[in-house]
């Protein structure tokens, strides 16, 4: 079976697909991995089941949410024996025989080389903005935020309200109940007012 494949955000654009013989439409994110989408995913299983023969797409860019998803849809495309046509790079992955062309296993070489590439930028970019906010003192380890001394914890609102129940000896539930906040809030209060001698009355 020869099927077509679409994944959109247009409504209108999807709607012209929808009804048509063998059309596979996925009116959704191009952030969604393929194998996640509602139709992405029954192509796959149809493919597993043998019976799919042929896919064709507008573009390979369709085929996942960044370069190594599409590789890893292509890969399994080609392992399962099916012929991927892709119109806007002009792209027919093998020949009338079934064998793979020599043109697409250049072209997923080199494709796999970008896709490695910006993987690796990707983490050194990472890396890179995190030895930055190191040496600015604001990287707690998680994200990147700014490290709250003990004096600015304490000078909020909610925790001097916290606070204040706290050494009046409310329990941490009555005291979350009583403020409006998170029981976790109130224990970490009792915790850091007790590590810094501040629940004496």
């Not at 697409?104 to 030895?131: C, D, P, V």
């Amino acid at each position: 079976m020869i099927i077509t494949y679409l994944q959109t955000i247009n409504d209108s654009e999807a709607q012209m697909f929808i009804n048509k013989e063998n059309s596979y439409v996925d009116l959704c994110s191009s952030v969604i991995p393929f194998d996640k989408r509602d139709k992405g995913s029954l192509v796959l299983a149809l493919i597993n089941q043998k019976k799919i023969s042929k896919l064709i797409v507008q573009n390979i860019s369709m085929l996942g949410r960044n370069q190594i998803n599409v590789l890893n849809t292509i890969d399994f495309l080609i392992n399962n024996n099916v012929c991927l046509v892709s119109q806007s790079e002009q792209l027919e992955t093998m020949d009338e025989y079934g064998r793979v062309k020599q043109d697409t296993i250049l072209f997923l070489n080199i494709f796999r080389s970008l896709a490695n590439m910006e993987y690796k930028n990707r983490k050194e970019s990472h890396r890179y903005g995190i030895q930055q906010a190191k040496d600015l003192g604001r990287y707690k380890g998680v994200g990147g935020r700014q490290i709250e001394s003990i004096e600015e914890f304490f000078e909020k609102p909610k925790n001097i309200n916290i606070l204040r129940h706290l050494k009046r000896g409310e329990s941490i539930r009555r005291t979350a109940k009583l403020v409006g906040a998170s029981p976790g809030l109130v224990q970490k209060v009792k915790r850091w007012a007790q590590d810094h001698d501040r629940l004496n009355p």
